[in-house]
């Protein structure tokens, strides 16, 4: 397949929203040729393009949606035709890898069941997630911004490709290929996606010019290879446009700066240009302490700064909630999560204590590990604050809104403002909680008290009438399910709903939201994608069917139903259409796909188990999740140790190889008279032949396919008469063809590792030829006269 390049839109462009109608727009012209540019398996297409920004223009990668949605069922068919035709081009892509003898009716089937459906947002985004793993790449290895860009475009492009030819084969090869099939075959293959990314970034980095590298690319990769770029994406299933600002740090960069945030923001796609977000949240790593130019930046100085940052001021602006996920683990705190924690509950009181005009702060951390405390009130001080300090945040969000004036609510306020107004004037220690206080324990009764009444249907009328909004709905639901798994007391499988119960808060409150965990990837993406679903069903913008579905879960519930049917019906439907929407992009940007495992039980019919399997913490899903694969995440991940020594093996290896070859077979003699091997013909064959003919210990995994080679392309390599003793510039150009198509097979294999030493043979070949083709070349312009036929041997 020819070389392909992103499509790209000129111009800084205002908004989100009228960049996206700008690419769509661009896609959809009659006449547009989008063969040679790049798509995701989500049924988009990738662009690039400009946002205005505070300090300059920001890049954009912009994926906007191809698929129809159509109005109705009378219309699912005529949608369906347009969606084929527009995305035609991606399927030409996928088709074109196929040998051309081999029938693709399997392809097509499986495309049009995948790609084309409402199923698409739950298949990994695995073009998506290589865009921003190669540029990490990038960003780790060197400081040269132009040999940055040029080794990207190489290496996406290389690694598109061989995504690209291994999907076509995996559908083209079954009938019936459902979402989950999918989705564990692209995991397996993510590693070796990596692998060959990490490849082709080296060897064009280290191809002369070498570029300029970074020293301890391990630091780099854990600290400083965020991708400071934005990221918009348009899908028609939810009707929502996400915005997503970049962050030139991590969120595990954490030492002597503040936290790595990064916004997220929501439009209804069907808004004008300049309309402002619907939902605009921040995704936010644990906040801690740090030391700035020897003074310490407390959790409360950082709540500050996000308010002034932001322009919140005022005594009637909407209190802000942290919707912490991170877990109060049972035991040994060995990440420190419980400490964390700790400290942000003391700094939110600080903050609030001393905030002037500025908003509230409050927190919400119920913790979704299936290895975290229970919440409730005879519990740990950590468990007792954790539980007051969510039911503060419910008693001035969600029961404000449905029992406006209420006077208990107002009776709960008062106690919390006179124990903020202790500290303040430091009648009460710093370090004391809300809950050990006296305004605390009241507060607690009372919460107590309220919660017992909800669940007994007094102080709130669960009915669910048809002129009920949607955002009554969601309000309703979620109180109903906090009151019943977090009254007070120990409910035993209260953390089987905290996932819900978080997306559930995020999607029915708009307070400028923090939501993460201790580097806000894992445990953010999946209740963002969550938030995502609700939300947008919320705005009235989800495809209808969809919202039929989600509209009847919300109600059955309201007016009666369990609390387990109730959370396996959204589970289920997010599984299914949403699992991997624009919610996982972040972490992507951030340090690399999430870990975020699930174990369905075997023994358990799919879609009917709520509870947790496995012991590592990064198993929070429910067990009814099938559509999830992340099993191989942590390898390619930036911040973990694989990725790092992968990296670092490889620049060592690769210089090592090629100062090797140089040395072997292209170097001078020592007289520096004769040159050992002098024309391309017999470099290319003896860096090849050397291969194929001699025994290694390791790394010789294709000495049949490089015997293959040698075989096939004897008339390149054999010197039949006087007149083919010249070796041209056509030879080295059809030659070079040749390799690069060799090498490609080889990356595409499954015995293919980023020290595979055929695999540097192949790139130090590609570049002694291309260094031949770019002499010819010059030495032409130098003359000025016409490139030269042959070259003397």
Known sequence: ??????????????????????????????????????????????????????????????????????????????????????????????????????????????????????????????????????????????????????????????????????????????????????????????????????????????????????????????????????????????????????????????????????????????????????????????????????????????????????????????????????????????????ASAKKIFKGAHHYNATRDNRPMFYVMNLPINQHTQYLYYTGSPEQREALLLADLAMVHTVLRDLVPGSRLVANIDTLYQNYLRKRSSDKEPWESYFSKSLEGKQAIKLLRALKEGINHGKVIDFSANDDVTRDVLLKKALLKLYASKYPGHKVDDQKEYASLAQALFLAATNNYNFKGCKSANERFSYIENLNALLFAFKAGTLQGDIARQMRDALTTYIEGGNERDFALTLHCINDRYNVYNAGVVPSCMDTGTPKCYTKPDKNVASGKELRVGGTNTNFFLARSYCNVSQDKASAVQAHAKKMGKRMNKLQEFTEKQWEKYHRTYCSSSSDGKVIKIADMRRVARAVIADYAEKAFAWGSHFKQEARDFLADNTDLFLVKSESESKWTVEKSRELLKKTVVLRKKIQGSEKFSHKSTFNTRLLFTEHVLQSHLDAAKKTAEEVEVPEPVLVEV
């Open 1 to 338: 397949m020819s070389e392909l390049t992103f499509l790209k839109i000129e111009g800084n462009h205002s908004s989100p929203t009228q960049l996206a109608r700008v690419v769509q727009k661009e896609v959809d012209k009659p006449g547009q040729n989008l063969h040679e540019h790049y798509f995701d398996l989500q049924g988009q297409a990738l662009v690039e393009g400009q946002l205005k920004g505070k300090a300059g223009p920001r890049k954009v990668l912009v994926a906007v949606d191809l698929v129809v949605r159509s109005a109705g069922k009378s219309e699912e068919a005529q949608a369906q035709v347009r969606t084929q035709a527009k995305l035609d081009f991606f399927y030409q892509q996928l088709a074109g890898t196929l040998p051309p003898e081999l029938s693709r009716v399997k392809l097509r089937a499986n495309f049009d069941v995948l790609t084309c459906s409402d199923q698409r947002f739950s298949i990994i985004p695995i073009h998506k997630e290589m865009y921003f793993h190669v540029l990490r790449c990038v960003n780790a290895v060197t400081i040269d911004q132009d040999r940055a860009r040029a080794a990207f475009e190489f290496a996406y492009n290389h690694v598109y490709q061989l995504i690209n030819a291994d999907i076509a084969a995996f559908l083209n090869d079954r009938k019936g290929v459902r979402v989950g099939e999918l989705n564990r075959f692209i995991d397996q293959q993510r590693v070796k996606y990596a692998a060959v990314a990490e490849s082709m970034v080296m060897s064009h980095l280290l191809s002369p010019p070498v570029a300029d590298l970074r020293e301890k690319k391990r630091k780099w990769l854990k600290t400083h290879t965020a991708a400071d770029m934005d990221f918009i994406a348009t899908n028609h299933v939810t009707g929502v446009l996400t915005h997503v600002t970049g962050c030139k740090q991590s969120s595990h960069s954490k030492k002597d700066q503040p936290a790595a945030m990064m916004a997220i923001d929501r439009y209804a796609l069907a808004r004008p240009d300049d309309a402002k977000p619907l939902q605009s949240q921040v995704k936010v790593p644990s906040l801690k302490e740090f030391k700035a130019e020897g003074d310490s930046i407390t959790v409360s100085q950082q709540i500050r700064d996000f308010m002034v940052d932001h322009n919140l001021q005022g005594r009637d602006t909407p209190l802000v909630v942290y919707n912490l996920l991170t877990s109060l683990p049972r035991g040994v705190d060995s990440c420190d999560q419980q």
